[in-house]
């Protein structure tokens, strides 16, 4: 059976995945078979994940990183109302287009599993997922999407190490020369085979992004408003969409679900564990965002860091530096899946030579460099990307390859997963994503679009392409 035919006459499935789940382990447990000294146990500790804890560290460290710099921003384009609003509802819609993905990933594993296929040395993807339930054409509209949102995800990280955070620690380099310097360093996320690998980079780019978090916070309450605050915003519509837009963003991390997915001895929990890591979000984002407005009003509409203009001292510094390693984290997230998408295209995914993978993996890293440096719009590129990439990305591709693969009365009797309780009808699930998909065509694309592109043009406009100090203050930037 070619992949494409699984969705065109689905097999009735037995039960439900909990018997792959057990599968599963049975085989990991076969092919790592622990290394009882103490080096075994150290790198078991610190380097191979795959639990629920792991998904969790990963799912929430990776949904909010340098973006939360930015959330203050937002809130003064958008106003106290609508930036929290935004937060919530966009947050509940990226658990929900999470919940699809996650659903037709494990129709598509348990499938392909049950078919004799092994993925000992293969990590699943999101367009192959699309390729073996609904043909070529969806695997290469999943392929376009993903593969140039994690490129420019992994552009926005490496601009907001190297062109935003560092700069407040040392502005005795320009922020185009510090995105050389970071961009060599990234270069070495080569080494990292997958997401399995991230346990402890999660773990404490979880703690990081927690820190930083809280001292926004803080520090702004004990700051105090600044004289003259005001809080006008919206101030137009240009603004108030690309705040909107930039929130969605936030919240549409999940361009690598499936990757994290796989590294699960039991994938099929990732739905509940990424809702469990949007709330803890939520906690982190909607504070900060609050406070900092509070503190420095329209201040933030000309200064996308929000670190920027708290006091410096030495707990800001630990922040800033928490970031840049966070950030770095963060840049590896995302462009892991397009190493796995190199690999798969060069013949070299499946090799356990991880010397030779690494080195074949370099030529990824350079276009990333070189946008970086080409375009270090920290704040206005997050808005373009959430307009014109998230949203087809981790919305409407998932919601619409759900409701193509269910239409048949054979599939959903077939179906792995059932309605949830909350939603308990087919129909229910199909009125879900269809107002998801014209909510994001008119909004996010439509609005969002408009907004952010007329934003982004004018940054161009105003600090040039390949701008040698983006935002600095006149001594710097010259």
């Not at 990226?94 to 348990?110: F, N």
């Not at 840049?324 to 690999?343: K, R």
């Not at 009365?409 to 994503?433: C, D, H, Q």
Request: aromatic share 16%.
């Amino acid at each position: 059976m070619q992949a494409g035919e699984i969705g065109l006459n689905p097999e009735p499935l037995a039960g439900n995945y909990g018997e792959m789940e057990e599968q599963n382990q049975r085989l990991e447990s076969e092919r790592n078979i622990p290394d009882p000294t103490m080096k075994g146990k150290v790198s078991r500790l610190l380097w191979h994940g795959g639990s629920v804890y792991d998904a969790w560290f990963s799912a929430a460290s990776n949904q909010v990183a340098q973006v939360l710099l930015t959330l203050p921003t937002s809130f003064a384009q958008l106003g106290y109302p609508s930036g929290v609003i935004f937060q919530v509802f966009y947050g509940i819609m990226g658990c929900w287009a999470c919940y699809m993905i996650a659903w037709l990933y494990m129709e598509y594993r348990t499938r392909k599993e049950r078919q004799g296929h092994s993925f000992k040395n293969h990590v699943i993807q999101w367009f192959e997922v699309l390729d073996g339930l609904l043909g070529p054409y969806w695997r290469l509209a999943g392929l376009a999407f993903n593969c140039i949102y994690c490129l420019f995800g992994s552009v926005i990280q490496l601009i907001a190490c190297a062109s935003s955070n560092i700069f407040l620690l040392n502005d005795h380099l320009d922020k185009r020369t510090w995105t050389y310097i970071f961009g060599a360093l990234c270069m070495s996320t080569v080494f990292i085979p997958s997401f399995r690998n991230y346990r402890l980079w999660s773990f404490f780019g979880l703690i990081m992004i927690t820190y930083t978090a809280w001292y926004m916070t803080i520090a702004a309450l004990i700051h105090g408003q600044v004289p003259g605050v005001q809080h006008e915003g919206p101030v137009s519509k240009v603004l108030y969409f690309t705040g909107a837009t930039n929130i969605l963003y936030t919240f549409g991390s999940h361009a690598v679900t499936v990757e994290i997915m796989h590294a699960m001895f039991k994938p099929a929990k990732f739905k509940k564990v990424f809702l469990w890591a949007t709330l803890y979000v939520f906690t982190l984002t909607i504070p900060s965002a609050i406070s900092v407005y509070w503190a420095f009003g329209d201040s933030l509409l000309t200064n996308a860091n929000s670190l920027a203009l708290l006091p410096r001292d030495i707990a800001r510094d630990i922040a800033v530096v928490l970031m840049l390693i966070h950030q770095f984290i963060t840049v590896g997230f995302a462009i892991t899946p397009l190493y796995f998408m190199w690999e798969k295209l060069i013949g070299v995914h499946q090799t356990t030579n991880l010397l030779f993978r690494a080195l074949c993996r370099v030529p990824v890293m350079l276009p990333i460099w070189f946008l970086a440096i080409a375009f270090p719009f920290f704040g206005p590129i997050n808005s373009t990307v959430g307009a014109l990439l998230v949203t087809f990305t981790v919305y409407i591709i998932p919601c619409m390859a759900h409701m193509v693969y269910f239409r048949s009365a054979a599939a959903r009797s077939s179906s792995v997963e059932k309605p949830p309780f909350f939603l308990p009808s087919w129909t229910g699930l199909y009125i879900v994503n269809i107002a998801l998909c014209v909510y994001i065509v008119v909004i996010g694309i439509g609005f969002g679009g408009w907004a952010s592109v007329t934003n982004f043009i004018k940054q161009i406009e105003t600090f040039g392409v390949f701008a040698k100090c983006y935002q600095c203050p006149k001594t710097n930037a010259a």
